[in-house]
């Protein structure tokens, strides 16, 4: 039995037409327009407990929708959904009292009170018996090395310390799932890197199911085994990070740094996407040409310093796969 | 812990954040206290150049201001959080309160209690004294209780109607102002005799927003004035404010129906 099952869910919203201008306005009062938009449409899959799931897709392509449903919030039009063995909008409270919520845009601690006070009011909300608090709040507080914090009033911490001290506040009631809504949003890259592994640890050692809503690909990449790409109300893609590239493109890059400068390198099989004064990045089709044989030709004909081949960045495959293309990627269209 | 105990914690947390703002809670207060005052004023004019409305003196009029303004400034220092609601569904705030194992009228209700209310509570106080000194009042067991079940069933009422404002929120955060006809506009027009009105205006605040049971009927009572334009009987003046309690009640059922559709179509 899954942790988390979601069987062809629909959720449509009605968005209210707004006319222009004043006398629109007022027009609009009296009668309104609506227009339907489909968030979800037909979506499913399942967890297992202790899996951590990155859910990936454009603003606006149902990712939160996903997770409010999944929390009990709000209620959808068709589909089956269970998280602990229960339907989340039928039993919301049972349902919440197991999970954990972090939105990386909005903090749920007090603005004007120290972390701690919104910890003890957080411990009664759950009700929380005062021990196992203690127990929780001491081994977050130095997980997240958020000690010296504690006493400020939160309105004057920083993004980072703020996000610590919101993903202790989140765990305080020690739940089995935890909803992570871009939790590194804007954050520098050292409380990024100690947010990425304090959620690692906790899917590690604690168990907890982890999924995770980000735009930053380095989240995805460095915490991710599996994912869930959607677009437009449906899954897209449901798999690992190399599914998700060989669904996308099969290009390869060759990174080339030559001997002396501005030098040059042509093959038929494999085309520059850049170049700096020492240094080429190629492309090609494995499947056109084995990188073997492409490499040994330019070793033969170029005088080479260095070479290895990688795989395009995550960033460029979701924007190619959004359709979000950039400049210098545009013509990358005729390999996929 | 239960939902008191918890509702008295989440209390305690506002009155700390409040007083984080020392300066701003005095001045506010003091504004409170004038706004208010400045009302008075406004009254004090109007008999003062025509003497009497329909029979009815100063005092008597000073009674139900009173009692009203008492009523409205513990009915909007409880129910601030549910005044302010809009801006939790526009943030998207609302979401937070559902994704906690509580009632949402319990958080929502918990948010705030504004205590520079206590301006206009004292200034409410003032006019009450006043006018119960001049009209000699007796200040028996009975009338003192009529008089907090008054206050009670105001402040009950008032905080019904910010309930009933916040649910609007479920279907629009637009002209929300429509609310402040019955909550600012009810409070001046219960601050005069209800016999002066015309009858629909009447029957509109006695039966739909029933802020006559809060003051106009247990104001008779307490004066021991009987009711020679509306012809309402001491026991109907005397349970009359228990309406406002009644009024609450089915404002927080009103809720739970906006809760359930914010739900189903979410925004």
Redesign the interface.
């Known amino acids: 039995m899954p942790q988390i099952l979601v069987e062809n869910l629909v959720?449509t919203?009605?968005v209210a037409r707004r006319r222009a201008g004043a006398l629109g306005a007022l027009v609009g009062?009296a009668r309104r327009e609506y227009r339907t938009v489909r968030a979800l449409d037909g979506v499913s899959f399942s967890m297992e407990e202790g899996e951590l799931l990155g859910y990936i897709g454009p603003n606006g392509a149902g990712k939160s929708?996903t997770v409010?449903i999944l929390?009990?919030?709000?209620?959808p039009e068709a589909g089956r959904v269970e998280v602990l063995g229960k339907t989340p909008?039928k039993h919301?409270?049972?349902t919440?009292?197991n999970?954990g919520?972090v939105?990386g845009q909005?903090t749920?601690l007090?603005?004007?009170?120290p972390a701690v006070?919104s910890f003890e009011?957080l411990r009664?909300?759950?009700?929380v018996p005062q021990s196992e608090y203690e127990r929780t709040r001491d081994e977050l507080v130095e997980l997240l090395q958020i000690e010296p914090l504690l006493d400020t009033?939160v309105r004057q911490l920083s993004l980072g310390q703020r996000m610590r001290c919101d993903l202790a506040a989140a765990l305080l009631h020690s739940p089995r799932i935890l909803y992570l809504d871009e939790p590194t949003i804007g954050l520098d890259a050292v409380s990024k890197l100690a947010v990425r592994e304090f959620i690692r640890r906790l899917n590690r050692d604690r168990g907890v199911t982890v999924i995770l809503t980000t735009h930053d690909m380095d989240d995805i990449e460095a915490l991710c085994r599996r994912v869930i790409v959607i677009h437009e109300g449906g899954i897209f893609l449901d798999g690992t990070l190399d599914d998700l590239r060989a669904r996308v493109t099969r290009e390869r890059r060759l990174i080339v740094d030559l001997v002396h400068e501005n030098g040059h390198i042509s093959d038929p099989d494999a085309e520059i996407i850049s170049r700096d004064p020492r240094r080429l990045t190629l492309r090609f089709d494995p499947q056109r040409v084995a990188p073997a044989k492409l490499i040994a030709r330019i070793t033969a004909k170029h005088e080479i310093r260095d070479l290895f081949v990688e795989n395009p960045p995550i960033e460029e495959i979701i924007a190619r796969l959004y359709g979000e293309k950039k400049p210098s990627t545009m013509a990358l269209g005729s390999y996929t | 812990?239960n939902a008191a105990?918890?509702y008295i914690?989440?209390i305690g947390?506002s009155i700390?954040?409040q007083m984080?703002y020392r300066a701003s809670f005095v001045m506010l207060s003091i504004s409170s206290f004038f706004a208010t005052a400045i009302d008075v004023v406004g009254i004090w004019a109007l008999f003062e150049r025509f003497g009497t409305l329909r029979g009815w003196r100063l005092a008597e009029v000073g009674l139900f201001f009173g009692l009203v303004n008492v009523a409205m400034a513990i009915g909007d220092a409880f129910g601030r959080g549910f005044d302010q609601f809009y801006r939790k569904v526009r943030?998207?705030?609302f979401?937070?309160l559902?994704?906690?194992?509580?009632s949402t009228a319990l958080q929502v209700a918990a948010q705030e209690l504004t205590l520079f209310r206590i301006g206009k509570l004292t200034q409410g106080l003032i006019v009450l004294f006043w006018a119960a000194g001049v009209l000699n009042v007796t200040w028996t067991a009975g009338t003192i209780l009529l008089a907090l079940f008054a206050i009670f069933g105001g402040a009950t009422l008032f905080y019904g109607l910010w309930v009933l404002q916040a649910t609007l929120c479920f279907w629009t955060v637009?002209?929300l102002e429509i609310m402040n006809a019955f909550t600012y506009g009810g409070a001046e027009t219960a601050e005069f005799p209800l016999s002066i009105y015309r009858p629909w205006f009447r029957r509109f605040f006695t039966f739909v927003v029933p802020l006559a049971c809060v003051s106009y009927f247990p104001a008779l009572a307490i004066l021991g004035k009987e009711d020679s334009a509306l012809g309402s009987s001491r026991g109907f003046q005397q349970a009359a404010p228990g309406i406002g309690v009644v009024f609450m009640l089915i404002s927080l059922q009103v809720w739970k129906i906006g809760v359930r559709h914010y739900?189903?179509?979410?925004?």
Do not use: A, C, H
């Not at chain 1, 929390?71 to 209620?75: A, E, K, M, P, Y």
């Not at chain 2, 559902?98 to 509580?102: D, T, V």
């Not at chain 2, 739900?263 to 925004?267: A, F, V, Y």
């Open positions: 959720k919203f009605r009062l929708t409010k929390s009990g919030i709000l209620v909008w919301r409270i049972e919440v009292r999970i919520v939105f909005r749920q007090w603005w004007d009170l006070e009011l009664d909300i759950y009700r009033p | 812990m105990r918890l914690r989440y947390i700390r954040s984080q943030d998207g705030g979401d937070r559902l994704l906690r194992p509580r637009e002209s739900r189903s179509t979410g925004s």
